[in-house]
């Protein structure tokens, strides 16, 4: 029986129309509008993730100086009130340092985190588990060969950024290790004392003026001044010995003596520390902003 020509023509009608179709459905017109939609889409959205990126960083920073302060408390728990050692050299010696080495740019610590884990030299380390990822505001991006023995010539980030107070601590060079650091650099020429005329913490009883809810003990310092373990500020000028950070959208993090932690943006674009020890005239905002909360005279 001879099959209907409708039965066999349909389906080739059918399937020449869908091609047709088909091909005329996306042309290379319609095409680069839709490249220029998403490049135009992805520029409004660049920012907002540059901007989010940011705020992470910055949360992840203030929660690192939360733990520190946190440690900082329990240990001036257990030994009655004192601050650990914090003394003006980057000392490496078993219970000198509540952050030991040199940690700034080609110093002999820079890229050294066993040290922060040594639980005998970094005195902080046993009561942060030793995850030493808290001494440095993530949005540091120092990377180098690793020295330290268990990372030994790896690509690391640098192991440290935050720095003390330099008026707050214990000198463990003086009789028992339980006084006052001298503060050496709060009179602008290293020979400020404990004695005077700019008071210095030992104690968490001590804290007086200015208040702990308004003195400062922990920040995230620039990169340029890291040094060791102390933030050194000078009281008498309109200049900074050592660069706060400013990582975060032109601000930095800071821990206080009450244990709270905000990020201080900074006012004065000079505050970027590219001057370095210079003068600043006329002064600098965000410098008496740190001063006011370094210290006050006895």
């Known amino acids: 029986m001879n099959q209907s020509p409708h039965l066999t023509r349909e389906p080739k009608t059918k399937l020449a129309s869908l091609r047709q179709e088909a091909g005329s459905a996306f042309s290379q017109v319609d095409l680069l509008v839709v490249c220029g939609v998403i490049v135009f889409l992805g520029a409004l959205l660049m920012p907002a993730m540059a901007r989010s990126r940011v705020s992470d960083q910055s949360f992840q920073c203030l929660n690192n100086l939360r733990n520190l302060m946190r440690a900082m408390q329990m240990y001036t728990h257990d030994y009655h009130d004192l601050f650990p050692p914090n003394p003006d050299d980057g000392n490496t010696r078993p219970g000198y340092n509540w952050c030991p080495g040199a940690a700034g740019i080609g110093q002999s610590s820079e890229f050294d985190g066993d040290l922060l884990k040594d639980l005998s030299r970094s005195l902080l380390a046993p009561y942060l588990a030793t995850n030493i990822t808290f001494f440095r505001c993530p949005s540091d991006t120092r990377t180098g060969r690793s020295t330290a023995a268990s990372t030994l010539g790896q690509v690391v980030s640098a192991a440290r950024n935050v720095s003390m107070n330099g008026a707050v601590g214990t000198d463990p060079y003086s009789k028992g290790g339980q006084l006052p650091v001298d503060g050496p650099w709060l009179d602008g ?26 003195l400062f003990v922990l920040l995230d310092e620039n990169p340029i001044s890291v040094s060791d373990g102390g933030f050194q500020v000078t009281m008498v000028s309109s200049r900074f010995i050592d660069g ?28 970027s520390w590219t001057t370095f020890a210079a003068n600043y005239l006329p002064p600098n905002p965000d410098v008496t902003w740190i001063q006011e909360r370094t210290t006050s005279l006895k």
Do not use: Q, Y
């Open 189 to 214: 020429t290293h020979s400020n004392t404990r004695n005077g005329p700019w008071f210095t913490f030992g104690k968490t009883t001590s804290i007086v003026r200015p208040s702990p809810a308004m």
């Open 244 to 271: 706060p950070g400013s990582f975060h959208n032109f601000g930095c993090s800071m821990a206080f003596a009450d244990g709270r932690c905000e990020i201080k943006k900074w006012l004065d674009a000079r505050t």
